[in-house]
């Protein structure tokens, strides 16, 4: 064996990196048996993968990997993810960030909000960075053993957004509702390990694993001061509690001919959490005794899976699957007695574990009938059985077919439709004060639903060196016996995509998508005096299309690669009510939900050697939207809800970006 | 004279059939040279731009080591070549070619998995993409760079027959699409145990390896959320913040239209109730979660309301 592996080194500088990809280096041969090293880094510095509002351009992603064929693997991943900034927010509270939010030492608590002055506001930051690295090394014994682990961490830290209310009357508990929205410290850190056995031999594979993951919340809880004259001095609210993940996996798979393949999986997880639980109120008076001083919950999911697979003939394939899912809550139930936003009690309340078992059956079938035309059959079957749930058990079938028409080299097409029935038993509301509800409600994901898809996707290459594909594709929900709830719910998505190669240098590209997403649901203003009927509607139309268009030019000089990307987004959202709570229908609407992106980019690459490339780019971004949530809304508008004075998010960028490459 | 005939016939039969004899040597000669300069020289004399890309790839820089004989590289995948030389390129008896398509798409796979249905492919046969007869070509290009292994550009290639997750994911909220993360991070092209190739068998499990903290359990859960995170959630993008379905309160009020609370949960949310003193907080910022912040779930003795 006569393995000279090459040194190498990869040396990047990078001014505003962008769009870098992966770069292999160091491939070496060992010319006995075929095994090479190999390595690559990469790196790139993200605005590419900012192509929306809750995203920041102020992102990175760094890859090392480095192995030898057939004998071991190691990769580190370092990345950052940082959202947007929400823009023009403020708060009255001093220490943000930390898990206790308190007052400025002059503050006099208000009555109403509109009291507040403004100058009182200070601005503050509302975003959070998302820091991850993970390791990962597998090792190849080369007589079908696999043993890889891999390693990692989330770190997550910034501020979100919490509302936070007092109540200061049991007699009309929301009508003196008082709120303010805080800034809430985000610092979690996740670990996850996997550990991963593979076995293979030409008739069958196994994989057993175990899956490790712990997320620890470095604030248990926030507080924060009444800022109002009403209600308790301080609140106190629960942030999400550490808990761990465990699970084990076995699945393995068996070809029992040429022709037929089985294959198994087992998995079994438990998710415990088991935090010391905050007292019912900031106020010792109103604290009771905790029946328990953490909740010690436990939730065991389990799977169970089969499916046999086979070409049954040259012309017909069968497929037949069943899949057991389990979420069973062992957490223990006892009665608590909450205090109503640190004001009162409000009855004895006793938790609901929420359980599932869920078998799927599926069997499918396609038909070869000649090399032009062949036919897809499949029939799903859902069986569901739920604890603590206002429908306990439920099937859903769903009978889908689909025929691909291969017309000729040029022309492909083909067409979908799938018609679903989803059935509960009877439908039993919750009776406590909090969920008592409507008796009409029918909750629409454990409500009886029809559901219909249609589909037709039509491809067509008029030439070699052009291609156009376009697809439209139908969903609809309806709910025929809900009166109080969701009615229906349809989603048309329409796409066409045009490539075409110019010549072996210049390729330009383009789509274009529209997509149609409209709702009705209805609810009752009266009830439960004097009628559960629906006395109010709501129709919600989502409109949203993209476009994109693309131009790269290959050797537009020797070594130099340029090319341009625009795109354009735009969605339009609609909401019309219809009042009959009155007696007589009175239509309203409210502005339309705006949003519009458009971006270019103009970028080039040059390979100044075999070694050295770089890579130009010059961006210009510009994004606004329009919303009625916050649009004319100061933080001091609202009688009793403080807000953070937060605008529709709007930005406009431009900037260069840079690359270099270098390897030797 | 009929001896001189019959000597002269005699010469020239043997000059004719050693002629004839040589002539078809010389031909079988020239063809096993012209085949001899193809095996060595292999394929690349009518398919070089193939061959350089291939040479360039994983599978050529490793091939290449194994095989001696370079045309061996080629069979590999493309299985017999006799026809198709004798034919000069006419025939494609024998040939598996990806570009083409001949054959069937299971031959065409069968070759690719020949060497890979491990583990990570297990699924493959009867899963989605494989019933809806993709050859492991409609994503890979072996020949050259394949961009579906590059996290950057692998969208790129999903997107040309998921359309409508490109438009998703071009939705003002979204997951990120490109390096950072990708297609991969929640789903496996080539099957998996899940409903739409996820990694996991449920949705919730893919989603809590990036959002732990929502994982509970609470002592107080929110069930749609604890049942299936897209029951209010897309998975890829919206045109709602937190890539929601449709926005509070309207989406809350499709299942809560409770009686207590002086019924502000079921009371018609239309605009005036926003300018309206006091009532606005419904509807403006956050909506329902201006005040009950902790939709998820609650691990406050207090939080039955999913407000602490």
Redesign the interface.
């Known amino acids: 064996m006569n393995i000279q592996c090459r040194q190498y080194t990869e040396v990047i500088a990078i001014l505003c990196l962008t ?1 870098f ?2 770069t292999s280096f160091g ?1 070496e ?8 090293t ?1 390595g690559s880094i ?1 790196y ?1 510095h ?1 605005y ?8 920041n351009a102020d ?3 760094l ?1 090392i990997n480095v192995g030898k ?1 057939a004998q071991f693997h190691a990769g580190l991943t370092a ?3 940082t959202t947007r900034p929400s823009l023009g927010t403020m708060t009255l509270y001093e220490s943000v960030g930390s898990d206790t939010l308190v007052l400025p030492d002059d503050w006099v608590n208000v009555g109403r909000v509109e009291n507040i002055d403004p100058a009182d506001l200070n601005a503050v930051k509302i975003n959070t960075e998302r820091k991850r690295i993970a390791g990962d090394v597998t090792l190849m014994s080369g007589s079908g053993w ?1 043993v890889s682990l891999n390693m990692g961490r ?1 770190k997550k830290e910034g501020l979100k ?5 007092f109540a200061t009357n049991t007699n ?4 003196n ?1 008082k ?1 303010v ?1 805080l800034p809430e410290p985000v610092d ?1 850190v ?1 670990d ?1 390990s996997n550990l991963i056995f ?1 076995y ?1 031999k030409e008739k069958y ?3 057993a694993s175990l899956h490790v ?1 712990r ?1 620890n ?1 470095n604030n248990d809880s926030l507080s924060w001061e009444n800022l109002f004259l009403t209600g308790a001095d301080v ?4 942030l ?2 550490d ?1 761990t ?1 465990y ?1 084990a996996s076995l ?3 068996y070809k029992l001919s040429d022709a037929t ?1 089985m ?1 198994a ?1 087992l ?1 079994s ?1 438990i ?1 415990k ?1 088991d ?1 010391p ?5 900031s106020s010792d008076e109103l604290n009771g005794q ?1 029946p328990q001083d953490s ?1 010690d ?3 065991l ?1 389990n ?1 169970i ?1 089969l ?3 086979s ?1 049954f003939s ?1 012309k017909l ?1 069968l ?1 037949a ?1 069943y ?1 057991f ?1 389990e ?1 069973d ?1 062992n ?1 223990p139930q006892n009665t ?1 007695n ?5 004001y009162s009690s409000y009855g004895l ?1 006793t ?4 359980s ?1 078992k869920k078998h799927n059956f599926d069997l ?1 079938a ?1 038909y ?1 009938l000649n090399s032009a035309l ?1 036919f ?1 059959l499949d029939y799903e079957h859902d069986d569901v059985k739920r604890w ?2 206002e429908v306990t058990e439920a099937t859903e079938d769903m009978l889908t077919g689909r025929v ?1 028409f291969n017309i000729n080299p040029n022309w492909n097409v083909a067409l979908s439709t799938g018609h679903g029935q989803r059935v509960g038993s009877n439908y039993v509301p919750f009776s406590d ?6 008796p009409l ?1 029918r ?3 454990v409500a009886d639903r029809l559901q219909h898809r249609y589909g037709v996707s039509v491809n067509y290459l008029p030439s070699d060196n052009l291609i156009i ?1 376009g ?1 439209m ?1 139908l969903l609809q929900d309806e709910y025929p016996d809900t009166n ?3 009615h229906e719910n349809d989603n048309l ?1 329409t ?1 066409l ?1 045009v490539n075409y190669q110019i010549n072996e240098k210049i390729n330009l590209h383009g ?1 274009i ?1 529209r ?1 149609k997403s409209q ?1 009705s ?1 209805a ?3 009266a ?2 005096e004097p009628s559960i009927d629906p ?2 509607y ?1 129709d ?1 139309k ?1 409109r ?1 299309y ?1 476009l994109g268009l693309g131009l790269e030019m290959l050797s537009v000089m020797p070594n130099l690669d340029m090319g341009i990307d625009y ?1 354009h ?1 735009r ?1 339009r ?1 609609r ?1 019309i ?1 219809n ?1 009959l ?1 009155t007696g007589t229908s009175i239509v ?4 339309d ?1 705006i ?1 519009n ?1 458009k971006g270019l980019q103009l970028y080039g690459r040059y390979r100044f050697s075999p070694n050295l490339m770089g890579r130009l780019a010059l961006v210009r971004e510009k ?1 606004d ?1 329009s919303d ?3 649009d004319d ?1 100061d933080a001091n ?5 403080l ?2 004075g ?1 605008e529709s ?1 709007r930005y406009s960028n431009t900037f260069v970006a840079f690359t270099i490459h270098y390897t030797f | 004279m009929r001896e001189r005939v019959i000597k002269q016939f005699s010469l020239f039969s043997i000059l004719f059939f050693v002629s004839l004899g040589l002539y078809a040597q010389a031909k079988d000669e020239a063809f096993d040279f012209e085949l001899e300069v193809l095996t060595k020289d292999d394929c690349r004399l009518c398919h070089s731009g193939q061959a350089v890309a291939y040479f360039s790839s ?1 599978h050529g ?6 095989h001696e004989n370079p045309i061996k590289q080629c069979e590999t995948c493309h299985g017999e070549f006799y026809a198709h030389i004798k034919s000069r390129g006419e025939s494609l008896d024998g040939v598996v070619s990806f570009a083409n398509k001949n054959g ?1 798409f ?1 031959e065409r796979n069968q070759r690719c998995m020949n060497c890979h ?3 990570r492919r ?2 493959w ?2 899963s989605m993409h ?4 993709m050859d492991c070509s409609s994503c890979h290009k072996i020949h050259g760079k394949d961009a579906v292994l ?4 692998e969208s790129k290639v999903c997107f ?1 027959c998921h ?2 997750i ?9 997951h ?6 990708s297609c991969r991070d929640c789903h496996n092209s080539h099957g998996s ?1 899940g409903d739409k190739l996820l990694r996991h ?2 949705v919730n ?1 893919v989603c ?3 959002h ?10 929110h ?2 959320a ?3 995170c897209l ?1 209010c959630h897309e998975a890829h ?1 919206s ?3 937190s890539m929601l379905k ?2 509070a309160p ?1 989406l809350c ?12 949960v ?7 109730a ?1 300018a309206e ?2 009532e ?2 419904f ?5 329902c ?6 939709v998820h779930g ?8 999913l ?2």
């Open positions: 769009g990809n992966s491939l041969n060992d010319n006995d048996t075929g095994v090479i190999y990469s790139e993200g590419e993968m900012a192509q929306s509002a809750n995203l992102s990175y992603r890859n064929t990345d950052k993810i696999q989330d957004k919490a509302g936070a209310a009309e508990i929301v009508k509702v709120a929205i979690h996740t996850r593979d293979q594979q196994l994989q993951s997320f919340n609140g106190v609210m629960s999400e509690p808990n993940f699970q699945v393995g798979s393949k294959t999986s998995s997880g998710m959490q935090q639980y905050l007292p019912y109120s905790l909740l919950g436990e939730v999911v799977s899976g499916k046999v697979s070409r040259e394939r497929n699957k899949q899912k979420r809550n957490t608590y909450p205090v109503l936003l640190d309340y938790n609901r574990p929420y599932y499918g396609n070869q062949d897809d603590r749930s691909n004060p909090v969920t008592t509800t409507n409600l909750k629409f994901d594909a697809s594709n109080i709830g969701l998505d796409s995509d789509f998508n997509s709702m649901q609810g009752s203003d009830y439960p006395n109010w709501v919600i989502d949203f993209s795109t987004s969605s959202g909401t009510i009042d709570t309203s609407e409210y502005p939900l949003t992106y994004y939207s009625w949530a916050y809304l508008s609202l009688t009793s809800l807000l953070l937060e998010q | 994983l820089q490793s091939e290449n080591a194994v069937t299971l249905e491990d583990s297990m699924h046969q009867g494989e019933t809806s007869s590059a996290r950057n550009e040309s359309q409508k490109r438009a998703d994911l071009h939705k003002p909220s979204s990120p699409s490109g390096e950072v993360m145990t068998f449920d499990l809590y390896e990036c732990a903290n929502l994982r509970g359990p609470f002592l107080w859960e069930p749609p604890s049942d299936n029951t993008g045109s709602h913040y449709r926005r309207f009020q499709q299942c809560h239209q409770n009686e207590v609370g002086s019924r502000h079921r009371r018609v949310m239309d605009l005036d926003l003193v006091g606005g907080r509807i403006a910022a956050g909506s979660m201006n005040c009950h912040s902790k609650s691990n406050h003795p207090s939080g039955v309301g407000s602490r």
